[in-house]
């Protein structure tokens, strides 16, 4: 009967040892990060690599919050310019979907928190917060 109690944990311990040996398989569908955040998902404010990132991928409308004289002078590829000092902010934000998926920036990362936070306050659920246009520039944006 010793030998039989001695021998209980030892087998225990080698099937949970198999056990996790064979969950670490070579598998490559379960090889990603489970904490990856993919494009789509990101939100709030990111580095700038990650915001060019999102705005290659084509799946968020990209949003220059600076003033028409300041997207005259150049901006993202494909942005649209809502000024948010201008007094139809809040009008010109409420004719997007809520529901869509948005990049905001700026010239230097102030004006796209407050545009990213009056979205956030008007029930956007996809926003993000690229920050400054000279920081996209130097991660590699295409401008026009």
């Not at 139809?88 to 979907?97: C, T, V």
């Amino acid at each position: 009967m010793q030998r039989l109690s001695r021998s209980i944990p030892a087998l225990a311990a080698a099937t949970v040892a198999a056990l996790l040996l064979a969950s670490c398989g070579t598998d490559d569908a379960g090889s990603a990060d489970p904490g990856a955040v993919s494009v789509e998902q990101l939100q709030g404010k990111v580095d700038p690599a990650a915001a060019v990132e999102v705005i290659d991928a084509g799946t968020h409308t990209v949003i220059d919050v600076r003033t028409p004289a300041e997207f005259a002078e150049g901006h993202v590829d494909g942005a649209e310019n809502i000024d948010v000092q201008s007094p139809d902010f809040a009008d010109r934000i409420a004719e997007l979907d809520p529901e869509g998926a948005y990049v905001v920036y700026c010239r230097s990362g102030n004006r796209s928190a407050a545009a990213y936070q009056a979205m956030q306050d008007a029930g956007f659920t996809s926003v993000v917060d690229a920050g400054g246009f000279d920081a996209l520039v130097g991660a590699g944006v295409a401008t026009s």
